[in-house]
């Protein structure tokens, strides 16, 4: 799903010192950058941009599949055949999205092992909102409507970001995250609109208890956004943190009154000066906490990803002694024909 404009880049990234080689190259690249052009693969970047790509990828491509986690909870609890299967699809595209991303951060040169390792250790990140149970069924509703919903605001810019192979993943991205949020949003009404008084009380209380996980998922504000800058001269972010949440938020006010929740924000009111939604601040204490491993979730979701890596060991070494199988077997082919020729001639 999920990218979080987190700006955690560790101190040993600092821009190191250019050769004059390099200083034109990056001004070759920089123009480039400028002129509204892309980046791909094989072309020369500096090695800070590299870096906050793999970074940003990574984090986001763990999102994906550390997402799959509390979604994964409700599967054989979902209250219809037809739900359980959009549940299921919708959990499946997650895995996907994050099959593209690992491939798209693997172009920058770092293995998919490595970004593993990374997430498994606890030195790479993912987005905190996963970090949070799934106590009722609602929640998957509003996992859609809203996680996805933010998702999206965060990751529609993201299609035309600089790095080529990036963007191309986060336009296929983007498509299905539209399916998921409507999915949720359709769920959520079919139980205001037809469902008993528990069933909207159930609702109600979903949206109480993600509404403000989901306004920190665009990332602290942009003043404290260490990296927000950089990342937009090079194209990375094109729209900054603060401005995609107050997007979501004036987006996600009316659907609200379509759906007949309400938001648990007592200073959430219209701003005709603004021309834009006034919200109350956002506990960024909390934010930094469950970011840092404090959350309600964090180590569950993380031994259940160290559980599939371990669980999953056989299968990777199953693949790659049938690929070595195989590679042998042409081998022999190859040569065995190179001899006939030979014998032939
Ligand atoms: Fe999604
Ligand atoms: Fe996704």
Not at 175 to 197: A, C, I, K, P, W
């Amino acid at each position: 799903m999920y990218t979080q404009a987190m700006d955690t880049a560790p101190a040993e990234e600092r821009q190191p010192l250019r050769s004059a080689d390099e200083v034109q190259l990056e001004a070759r690249f920089e123009a480039r950058i400028a002129e509204g052009g892309f980046i791909e693969a094989k072309d020369w970047m500096p090695e800070h941009y590299r870096k906050t790509l793999v970074r940003q990828i990574s984090q986001h491509a763990h999102s994906e599949i550390v997402g799959m986690l509390p979604e994964g909870n409700w599967v054989t609890r979902a209250p219809t055949l037809k739900r359980k299967a959009i549940l299921l699809a919708k959990i499946q595209d997650e895995a996907g999205h994050g099959l593209y991303l690992y491939a798209a951060a693997e172009t920058l040169g770092t293995s998919r092992d490595q970004l593993l390792h990374a997430l498994h250790t606890g030195k790479a990140k993912y987005s905190s909102i996963f970090n949070y149970p799934t106590l009722s069924w609602a929640d998957i509703g509003v996992i859609g409507w809203l996680v996805d919903g933010a998702a999206i605001m965060n990751q529609v810019p993201l299609t035309r970001c600089s790095y080529a192979p990036y963007a191309r993943a986060m336009v296929r991205i983007c498509r299905e995250e539209s399916f998921h949020q409507r999915q949720g949003f359709d769920s959520l009404r079919v139980m205001m609109e037809e469902g008993s008084d528990a069933q909207r009380a159930m609702v109600q209380d979903a949206v109480n208890r993600w509404w403000w996980p989901s306004l920190m998922m665009f990332g602290p504000p942009d003043g404290e956004s260490t990296h927000g800058a950089q990342s937009a001269r090079w194209g990375i972010k094109r729209i900054s943190n603060d401005e995609l949440r107050q997007k979501f938020v004036d987006a996600t006010f009316e659907q609200a009154q379509v759906l007949g929740v309400s938001l648990p924000d007592p200073l959430l009111k219209w701003n005709a000066e603004r021309g834009h939604h006034d919200f109350g601040p956002i506990d960024w204490a909390e934010f930094w906490r469950v970011v840092n491993g404090h959350g309600p979730c964090n180590r569950e979701r993380l031994a259940a990803r160290v559980n599939a890596w371990e669980e999953g060991a056989w299968v990777r070494e199953a693949a790659l002694a049938h690929a070595q199988k195989q590679a042998r077997k042409q081998a022999q082919k190859q040569t065995a024909n190179a001899l006939q020729e030979a014998q032939a001639a």
